[in-house]
């Protein structure tokens, strides 16, 4: 029954994530370059602000995350409904061909299927040793431990399937927008490397931080996703016009936990990426 109600929904996250996924734009360059990359992270705004939104639709769903609603009669009864989601759309995905895309890293890769569709060439712009890096079981913990709590009010309305649908989206973009570190360090490098060889052959992650950390840069980011989440989150009403400095605005998604989201949680981690992939860069 379980296992039913996993793939009675798995279509349609698969038809979600190709419109969230790392594809690139129609004619836009596959140069990396920092301006590319900008453009990209600032896209993967939208994808996560729309994502979250879409997960507080639901409350938090409790059984959805414990093993012991699948009951223990079954063989994923190590498993919660969402790790048995995740684990069989990605298997899913991955012979759609969705992993082919270096940009997108599953959560269960022991679980990938081989692809049933033609590869496509995509452009190889990352530096062979140090492309491995990979943080999705420290996405994994976060985003049910600390950060679910914060965008999901208490409750059970037993919609868990199109909860955990909310979640892999959710879970997606965040992991694309945080392993796209990988391709920010990448492009930083090669503009300027006599900037980072030093501290990356002494392996000193301190100053390799430092150089990667502009605080103004980021302040605006987080002010962006911040409006982003005002803007994104509102009812919108014919012949009414909003008043963005209402207070009493009631927002999808609460503004404040988008911020310190980015704030706290996604620019570190991928500035911790990328500190991570130049210290494998000259390998």
Known sequence: MASRLVFSVCWFVLLLSSVCGGRR????????????????????????????????????NAPAYDPSYLGRATKFHALSLVDLFVRETEAVQAKDGRYQNPVEIPFFPKHMTLTSVPPYNFP?????????VNVS????????????????????????????????????????????????AEAKYREAPQDYN??????????LMKLLTFESQEDAVKRRVEEKAKVFGQDV???KRVDDSSNATNYKVDPVVVYRLYGDWVIPMTKMVQVEYLLRRLD
């Open 237 to 239: 009403t014919l012949g």
């Open 25 to 60: 734009l129609r004619g836009e360059s596959t140069a990396l370059t920092l301006e590319s990359v900008r453009k990209f992270l600032t896209r993967e705004e939208d994808s996560i602000v729309f994502s979250l939104i879409e997960r507080a639709k639901y409350p938090r």
């Open 198 to 207: 030093t501290a990356i052959r002494a392996k000193d992650r301190d100053a």
């Open 137 to 184: 079981n420290t996405i994994w913990r976060k985003y049910f431990d600390e950060w679910l709590p914060q965008i999901t009010s208490q409750g059970d309305d037993g919609n868990y399937a199109p909860t955990a649908a909310a979640d892999l989206v959710c879970l997606q973009a965040l992991s694309r927008r945080i392993h796209y570190g990988r391709y920010v």
């Open 124 to 132: 190889n712009e990352l530096h062979a040793a140090a492309a491995s």
